[in-house]
Nanobody
Framework: QEQLVESGGGLVQAGGSLRLSCAAS????????LGWFRQAPGKGREIVSA?????????????YYADSVKVRFPISRDNAKNTAYLQMNSLKPEDTAIYYC?????????????????WGQGTQVTVSS
């Protein structure tokens, strides 16, 4: 069974950076479309970024970014390492949330929670002002 484990969260001052990682165990990322979601206190879970599957390292992938993180949070994946990344730059207090990664088994770009089949437990990101 697919297991996803997020890491890289923590406490950072506004303007700082963090890099989140999402590592797969049990099976590879093979075929997964990957998404990063977040849930702030008292709010629902929202899509942050997503990247589709590509079978080769030079193959093209599709990506999506929420307006609130465009340019600031580039997403990437390393299929050889079974790991996805979310580089979080120019962090703002409103980015404070629990961040989750998820796998969509058909490899497509997914913007909705119901499109994903496997989820990690989340990693806390706290941005102080």
């Amino acid at each position: 069974q697919e297991q996803l484990v997020e890491s890289g969260g923590g406490l950072v001052q506004a303007g700082g950076s963090l890099r989140l990682s999402c590592a797969a165990s049990g099976r590879t990322f093979s075929g997964c479309g990957l998404g990063w979601f977040r849930q702030a206190p008292g709010k629902g879970r929202e899509i942050v970024s997503a990247i589709s599957w590509s079978a080769t390292s030079t193959g093209s992938t599709s990506t999506y970014y929420a307006d609130s993180v465009k340019v600031r949070f580039p997403i990437s994946r390393d299929n050889a390492k079974n790991t996805a990344y979310l580089q979080m730059n120019s962090l703002k207090p409103e980015d404070t949330a629990i961040y989750y990664c998820a796998c969509r088994i058909d490899g497509a770009l997914g913007l909705k929670e119901v499109q994903y089949h496997y989820w990690g437990q989340g990693t806390q990101v706290t941005v102080s002002s």
